[in-house]
T-cell receptor, first 110, second 114 residues
Framework: TQLLEQSPQFLSIQEGENLTVYCNSS?????LQWYRQEPGEGPVLLVT?????EVKKLKRLTFQFGDARKDSSLHITAAQPGDTGLYLC??????????FGTGTRLTIIP | NAGVTQTPKFQVLKTGQSMTLQCAQD?????MSWYRQDPGMGLRLIHY???????DQGEVPNGYNVSRSTTEDFPLRLLSAAPSQTSVYFC?????????????FGSGTRLTVV
C-alpha cells in the first residue's frame, strides 16, 4: 500500500493570512488530486495535476506538483472563513486507484 | 444532475443486524466505489466496481458485500454489524480510472453500531 503523508494535520489561522499545506510520498505519482471536504458532506474535487512542476491556480488557491512527482503543495492567499474544511490529497501510482491522504483540517478564524 | 445519491443519511444498528447502504449515480460513470472515513485514518477503500457485473475488494472488505447489477446502482451490504463498523461511509464514482478523471462523492451515511 502506497502512503501519502499530509502536513500539518491541523492548521488554524486568522482571516487574511496566507498558508501552505503539503502532501508527500516516497513513490512517484502518475497524477495527484486535491479535494476539499466540508462537515457533513463528501469530498469535492478541486484540481488534478499530472506533469512534474505543474502549477494550477483556482482563484486564491495555488496548487503545485513537485518536479519529481513525489510531492505537492496547496497555497491559499488571504484566507477567508469559507476556506475552512478538510483538505485531502489523493494520488495515483501507475494505473492504480486513488490513494487518499489523511488530510489537513483547516480553520480560518474571522 | 443529482450526481451521487446515498441513502440513508443516518442509521443506528444493533450488533448482529444487517442492512444495505444505497448508492446511485446518474452520470453514466463506469467506476464506483465505497469508502469508510474514520478519525485519523483517512478514506479507506472497501469495495469497488469498474462496470456492471464486475466487483473487487479494496483495503478493508471484511464484513461487507457488494454487487453491481446496473451501471447506476452500487449497494453496500453489512452482513452482521459490529461496533467496529461504526463510521461514515461514502460512495464515489468516476467516468474512468484515467489519470485526469476525479471522483464524485455522495454526501455520506453516518452509521452507528451499538
Amino acid at each position: 500500500t502506497q502512503l501519502l503523508e499530509q502536513s500539518p494535520q491541523f492548521l488554524s489561522i486568522q482571516e487574511g493570512e496566507n498558508l501552505t499545506v503539503y502532501c508527500n510520498s516516497s513513490s512517484v505519482f502518475s497524477s495527484l488530486q486535491w479535494y476539499r471536504q466540508e462537515p457533513g458532506e463528501g469530498p469535492v474535487l478541486l484540481v488534478t495535476v499530472v506533469t512534474g512542476g505543474e502549477v494550477k491556480k483556482l482563484k486564491r488557491l495555488t496548487f503545485q506538483f513537485g518536479d519529481a512527482r513525489k510531492d505537492s503543495s496547496l497555497h491559499i492567499t488571504a484566507a477567508q472563513p469559507g476556506d475552512t474544511g478538510l483538505y485531502l490529497c489523493a494520488g495515483r501510482f501507475g494505473n492504480e486507484k486513488l490513494t487518499f491522504g489523511t488530510g489537513t483540517r483547516l480553520t480560518i478564524i474571522p | 444532475n443529482a450526481g451521487v445519491t446515498q441513502t440513508p443519511k443516518f442509521q443506528v444498528l444493533k450488533t448482529g443486524q444487517s442492512m444495505t447502504l444505497q448508492c446511485a449515480q446518474d452520470m453514466n460513470h463506469e467506476y464506483m466505489s465505497w469508502y469508510r472515513q474514520d478519525p485519523g485514518m483517512g478514506l479507506r477503500l472497501i469495495h469497488y466496481s469498474v462496470g456492471a457485473g464486475i466487483t473487487d475488494q479494496g483495503e478493508v472488505p471484511n464484513g461487507y458485500n457488494v454487487s453491481r447489477s446496473t451501471t447506476e446502482d452500487f449497494p453496500l451490504r453489512l452482513l452482521s454489524a459490529a461496533p467496529s463498523q461504526t463510521s461514515v461511509y461514502f460512495c464515489a464514482s468516476s467516468y474512468s480510472l484515467s489519470l485526469r478523471y476525479g471522483y464524485t462523492f455522495g454526501s455520506g451515511t453516518r452509521l452507528t453500531v451499538v
